[in-house]
């Protein structure tokens, strides 16, 4: 993540050129921490990954033959508690993705303040292309070739993309089978409530992303029932980030997209309706009667004050940047979904861009919970989750807002130099 040769974490900002967590990082550098300097040593431990496990999982297909699949668990830092990461089932997934993207987590979980640290796990397979009984016996062959480098207290897995809560329940049946003792339900976050989940987190990434927008609007004053919002990418993060920004704030949604294809209406779609035709036309969003057809990439052109990437990294370049017109707020829903030079841009324009670190970190505090009622046997109310979803959010947020108007540096640095503070504290205090 500190590579200077890497551009996907390099940013232009007030005129300088600067890395978010190096700069996050220079600013913290001359504070103490009983006696022992934050410094480049630790900068450079900071950027290691603890552990990498590669694997090579032989699959057995329908047909009797073998696939050999390549999979990775990257383990980055447990300075503040249990490595914590979702598992991801794609094609493209490899290590330096892996790699990235638990780093990211490290700061995640630092940043919203919960006892974790972060890991990523990817297996380079499209489960789309897979039976459900070949799916499940890939997942239960990724558990028994991880063993004991995941567990309650090590290192917790949940779902990501293409992975769902009926592949974290066989994660924690095949885990089960090997670790009886303890509590081997809170080896995994993200299960069905019929198997330990958590009331509300299906929806805690969206509700996560809507509470930011809410609280950019605040910051920035902004009357969300006057903003035009587009959002890309319609999965689990995008329905329910939509959904919430429509019915409880009352923004006016007037485009979607999704892999397969995006709407639009300029006076707004039914996001309800709009995913119950999705759902019974194969993901597909062509020929709602509710919206105009366009195509897939012009939904990132369109003109509106809010827009809410949600799918993969990225996906706000510099073009897209350019042409934002009227744009206002960048919630970034998606993991690294704005490149450097649209960073940039945006930010001489001066729009308001929530970084992914703490916009879409509802997901991993209501695994939090699930995994905190797990461990105690004693299931909470949706009504309860919320509340605090609600509380830890908000505070964050008003976090990074402080940290910013204090340095007098945008958001995404703040977000960055919180994190980085607090996890190098617990590395010192625990004798770096």
Known sequence: MFDEKS?????????????????????NRKQNMHGREINDKLLSYLNTCKREIL????????????????????????????FKGGIRY??????????????????????????????KGGVAIDPKKLSFHEVRRLTKALVSHLGNNIGPHIDIPAP????????MAWIFDEFSKTHSEGSPLAVVTGKPIEVGGSQGRLEATGRGVAICYREACKYKGLDPKELRVS???????????????????????????????????????????????????????????GG???????????????????????????????????????????NA????????????KGVCIIPSVLANAGGVIVSYFEWVQNLQQFYWTYERVIEELEARMVRAFGDVINLAKEKDIGLRQAAYCLSLDRVAKALILRGY
């Open 160 to 167: 990501d993309v293409n992975t769902n809560p009926q592949i």
């Open 7 to 27: 551009e996907d974490w390099k940013y232009t900002l007030d005129g300088k050129t600067c890395f978010d967590a190096q700069s996050a990082f220079a600013i």
């Open 90 to 119: 794609h094609d493209k997934v490899n290590l330096q993705e892996v790699r990235e993207m638990a780093n990211l987590m490290t700061w995640k979980t630092a940043l919203v303040d919960i006892p974790y640290g972060g890991a």
């Open 292 to 334: 105009e057809s366009i195509p897939r990439d012009d939904l990132l052109m369109l003109d509106c004050e809010v827009l809410v990437p949600a799918a993969l990294s990225k996906a706000v370049n510099a073009d897209v940047a350019k042409n934002a017109k009227s744009l206002k707020v960048l919630l970034e829903a998606a």
């Open 337 to 348: 979904p704005t490149t450097p030079e649209a960073n940039a841009i945006l930010h001489e």
């Open 55 to 82: 694997m090579e999982i032989p699959l057995r297909l329908d047909d009797g033959s073998l696939l050999p699949v390549h999979a990775y668990r990257v383990q980055h830092n447990n300075a503040r508690g249990p």
């Open 231 to 289: 959002v890309q990418g319609f999965g689990n993060v995008g329905y329910h980030a939509a959904e919430i920004i429509q019915k409880e704030l009352g923004s006016k949604i007037i485009g979607v997209s999704n892999a397969v294809s995006a709407i639009y209406n300029e006076e707004g779609l039914d996001v309800v309706a709009l995913k119950e035709y999705a759902d019974s036309h194969n993901d597909s969003l062509d020929g709602y009667p």
